[in-house]
């Protein structure tokens, strides 16, 4: 089955540039979507189709593509990006949806 | 403002039945497709299954494929999970999220309702 692989657990300061990697475990590779999810809240999607940006998504979120793996750089972090963030894909049919383990932000 | 209200959520047996709904508002329904996502108490997101906006197209994850049905009453601007056989792995919260326009084959969730609690539970 079609796995995206997340680092656990991601720290930086504010001011600084947090990148969060989902590397594919196959080719040929789908889109990738990131999802950012605060405690108790929904999660809210802030990067779709490797890296276009939805609208009232601040500009520090960017997302890249790279042969098997997706990246998220959050520019210049701010307290309040403290949150899980998750890599979506789905398999080459794009019949089965796939979401990484998700990626604990803290902001130091 | 796009809206989506989940309800129907609740403890259930194993072996037992549970249907879920979802409200929609703010936007066109009948344009949109649907789909369900769950999480499990501390545990990562997990697709539950699709919709397409006419429901000619549906898919389900392998975890419930045969227990699970998903369907929308486009007149009302709904959206259903009818939950059957459930087990103790299914305790979660379950969310209701917009895709895309239909025009899009792509599978993803711009907008996300609040959720409703199944628990799973002798």
């Known amino acids: 089955s079609y796995e995206l692989t997340q680092p656990p657990s991601v720290s930086v300061s504010p001011g600084q540039t947090a990148r969060i990697t989902c590397s594919a475990d196959?080719?040929?590779?789908?889109?990738a979507y990131w999802y950012q999810q605060k405690p108790g809240q929904a999660p809210v999607l802030v990067i779709y189709k490797d890296s276009e940006r939805p609208s009232g998504i601040p500009e520090r979120f960017s997302g890249s593509s790279s042969g098997t793996t997706v990246t998220l750089t959050i520019s210049g972090v701010q307290a309040e990006d403290e949150a899980d963030y998750y890599c979506?894909?789905?398999?080459?049919?794009?019949?089965?949806?796939?979401f990484g383990g998700g990626t604990k932000l803290t902001v130091l | 403002e796009v809206q989506l209200v989940e309800s129907g959520g609740g403890l259930v047996q194993p072996g037992g039945s549970l249907r879920l709904s979802c409200a929609a508002s703010?936007?066109?329904?009948?344009?949109?497709?649907m789909n369900w996502v769950r999480q499990a108490p501390g545990k990562g997101l997990e697709w539950v299954s699709y919709?397409?906006?006419?429901?000619?197209?549906?898919y389900y994850a392998d975890s419930v494929k045969g227990r699970f049905t998903i369907s929308r009453d486009n007149a009302k601007n709904s959206l259903y999970l009818q939950m059957n056989s459930l087990r103790a792995e299914d305790t979660a919260v379950y969310y209701c999220?917009?895709?895309?326009?239909?025009?899009?084959?792509?599978?993803?969730?711009?907008?996300w309702g609040q959720g409703t609690l199944v628990t799973v539970s002798s």
């Open positions: 919709i397409s906006s006419s429901s000619s197209t549906i």
């Open positions: 196959a080719l040929p590779k789908q889109y």
């Open positions: 999220a917009r895709g895309p326009y239909s025009s899009s084959s792509e599978i993803y969730f711009q907008h």
């Open positions: 979506q894909s789905a398999d080459s049919s794009g019949t089965s949806v796939v």
């Open positions: 703010g936007f066109t329904f009948s344009s949109y497709s």
